[in-house]
């Protein structure tokens, strides 16, 4: 079964190396030009999803969240793009504001924390998931 099969019925990770492996695989199945939505409460481990991105795509930078610079670009085999909008106000200028569109460039992935923040995303959606945490356990799905 692909990594895009077993999502839909929601994969299971006890370990954060585990939770790597999911992105590792996603990442492969990827377009060139991808953006991806993680919602999950805090600690469900989206940031650690992004993680797993970046090794995939042989990122040597340390993955942190964007919290407060609300985005970071990481160059690898591949751009990656993680934006954390908690933070953001729902304001159609957003995207002019950030400048995300002179900024990111093919192959590119643009992994975005917390989409129900932004009032839209200027970019066809590649996958929605959602992560969900129950003590060590994760659960990582297509929303």
């Known amino acids: ?14 370990s954060v190396e585990a939770t790597y492996q999911v992105a590792c695989e996603l990442a492969a199945q990827l377009p060139d030009e991808a953006v991806l939505t993680l919602e999950g409460d805090l600690g469900a481990g989206k940031t650690t ?32 793009a993680h934006m954390d909008a908690y ?13 995300l569109e002179e900024l990111i460039f093919p192959p590119f992935c643009l992994a975005i924390e917390w989409p129900s923040k932004l009032p839209f995303i200027p970019w066809p959606i590649t996958h929605r998931l959602q992560l969900t945490a129950q003590g060590e356990m994760r659960t990582i799905s297509l929303a």
Do not use: C
């Not at 999502?7 to 990770?13: E, R, V």
């Open 87 to 99: 933070r953001l106000e729902k304001s159609p200028e957003i995207w002019d504001e950030l400048m």
């Open 49 to 80: 999803f992004v993680k797993g991105l970046a090794q995939a795509w042989d990122i040597q930078e340390a993955v942190t969240s964007p919290t407060f610079n609300i985005y970071n670009l990481y160059q690898g085999t591949r751009q990656l």
């Open 1 to 14: 079964m692909n990594i895009l099969d077993r999502l839909k019925s929601g994969i299971t990770t006890s």
